[in-house]
């Protein structure tokens, strides 16, 4: 009888768990998805309805939400307010830091989106010309942290310079309005800067731009894998769409972020390679390379071990279907 009570129990159990997972995969009536202009995967998505398709049978809606950088991918991916967001590598491990239960996934592009950039008649011409300037810097993005290292590696901090703290589309225009004397800027909106106004890339470093990323909210990876599986199954739909139809992806773009065709042509054709999807050491190294330059500068605390934060972040689990 106590074997066989044993038994009985061990079978309930798992029949319990597995009632539970099915009841936890049942729940999912919605996926939230952000776009991004400086992800230009993510609006092939959106306006092919990739998503849509895909989870259409089983009744899962998708919902597009929109981020204008990295710091609001990152606040709602804390909140959860999206299940899914896409970020500069840097800005998803100082977020894990920060605590906030992410996983990185995927890789959306290897951009070149990032410069420190000022108006067409300034005299800053190098990073040290900055002490005693004005820079606007959106926090918490990849162009914050390049920032930062530029900083740095000039012999500065960012006590030498006065931050101006706006959103990346804000800093374009608080530097074309002469508001302040430099810009970290971020594409789409540094290669409009760059074609209507004559504005100048003084500083560019491409390596210390760190990869595009897309994250996922912990829990529900934990919850349901076969959904990231399947999201990331698409999201390589569009990549692959997106370099067999370049100049598609240039209107698309264009549109999306209402600029002019020559300005996301600059962007994609000069500054965005869309040929990697499975994250792994190189974004590894970029990243891990962009945390300690932080931690040296004294934005990251001393007693954090950035490797072991970055390999709790990083999750290769889900490379296995894709194309590299």
């Known amino acids: 009888m106590k074997i066989l009570s044993r038994v009985s129990r061990i079978a309930l159990a798992a029949a319990a768990a597995l009632s539970f997972a099915a009841a936890a995969k049942a729940q999912v009536t919605e996926i939230r998805v952000d776009w991004a202009t400086y992800n230009p995967v993510s609006i092939v ?14 009744g899962i809606k998708i919902r597009w939400v929109q981020t204008l950088g990295s710091n609001k991918a990152l606040e ?16 998803a491990l100082v977020a894990k830091i920060n605590g906030n ?3 990185s996934i995927y890789v959306y592009s290897r951009p070149e989106w990032t410069a420190l950039v000022t108006g067409a008649k300034s005299n800053i011409t190098k990073v040290s010309d900055l002490k005693g300037k004005s820079v606007a810097v959106t926090r918490g993005t990849d162009p914050h942290i390049f920032l930062v290292r530029a900083l740095a590696e000039a012999g500065l901090t960012d006590k030498d310079v006065r931050f101006v ?15 302040v004397d430099a810009w970290a800027g971020l594409d789409p909106m540094m290669a409009a800067a ?25 829990e529900f990876a934990k919850a349901h894998p076969e959904l990231v599986q399947r999201v990331l199954k698409v999201y390589e739909q569009g990549r692959r769409w997106s370099l067999a139809n370049p100049d598609q992806l240039t209107k698309l773009l264009a549109a999306a972020a209402k600029i002019p065709e020559k300005v996301a ?21 970029s990243i891990l390379a962009a ?10 605390d001393a007693k954090v ?10 999750d290769e689990r889900f490379n296995a279907s894709l194309s590299n």
């Open 265 to 285: 042509a600059k962007q994609l054709k000069e500054r965005t390679e869309l040929t990697h999807s499975a994250i792994g050491k190189p974004q590894r190294d």
């Open 76 to 91: 709602f991916l804390n909140a959860g307010s999206i299940d899914f967001g896409s970020t500069a590598g840097s800005a």
């Open 305 to 314: 071990n950035v490797e072991q934060v970055l390999n709790d972040l990083i």
């Open 165 to 179: 703290l706006l959103q990346h589309a804000d800093g374009r225009l608080a530097l074309s309005r002469g508001d």
């Open 45 to 58: 998505l959106k306006q092919q309805g990739l998503l849509e398709k895909e989870f259409e049978k089983d």
């Open 291 to 300: 945390g300690i330059a932080l931690q040296k500068a004294g934005v990251i």
């Open 101 to 103: 239960p992410i996983k």
């Open 194 to 218: 760059e074609l209507d106004e004559g504005a100048k890339l003084f500083y560019r470093k491409p390596e210390a731009n760190t990869w595009g990323i897309l994250n996922v909210r912990e």
